[in-house]
């Protein structure tokens, strides 16, 4: 199975940032499509970001466009989602996600999903 792990949670203030990191291995996971959920107590798991597998295209939720980055390194299998002007609101825990397609990370229908992460924002 293809692994993927988050890392880079924590607690801010409103209008601070974060970076969290996701490691895939296990497969030929090279070309695969990643992203970024989050989950909040009592709501659904809900789309955040995603790249495709060449890193040429990226998908941001309206709620977090042009507040949060995504980007995929090409030295290792690794994507970043860069959170800036954070709200209270995205108070969550940020799950990653990898598929062989863009459209089903997007979609939230890949199969692979880290463990998760917390990310904690203070007003």
């Known amino acids: 199975q293809v692994q993927l792990v988050e890392s880079g949670g924590g607690l801010v203030q409103a209008g601070g940032s974060l970076r969290l990191s996701c490691a895939a291995s296990?497969?030929?996971?090279?070309?695969?499509?990643m992203g970024w959920f989050r989950q909040a107590p009592g709501k659904e798991r809900e789309f955040v970001a995603a790249?495709?597998?060449?890193?040429?295209?990226?998908y941001y939720a309206d709620s977090v466009k042009g507040r949060f980055t995504i980007v995929r390194a090409n030295a290792k299998n690794t994507v970043y989602l860069q959170m800036n002007s954070l709200k209270p609101e995205d108070t969550a825990v940020y799950y990653c996600?990898?598929?062989?397609?863009?459209?089903?990370?997007?979609?939230?229908?890949?199969?692979?999903w880290g463990q998760g992460t917390q990310v904690t924002v203070s007003s």
């Open positions: 790249i495709s597998g060449s890193g040429l295209s990226t």
């Open positions: 996600a990898a598929e062989t397609s863009t459209r089903a990370v997007v979609g939230g229908t890949g199969n692979y």
């Open positions: 296990g497969r030929t996971v090279s070309m695969y499509a």
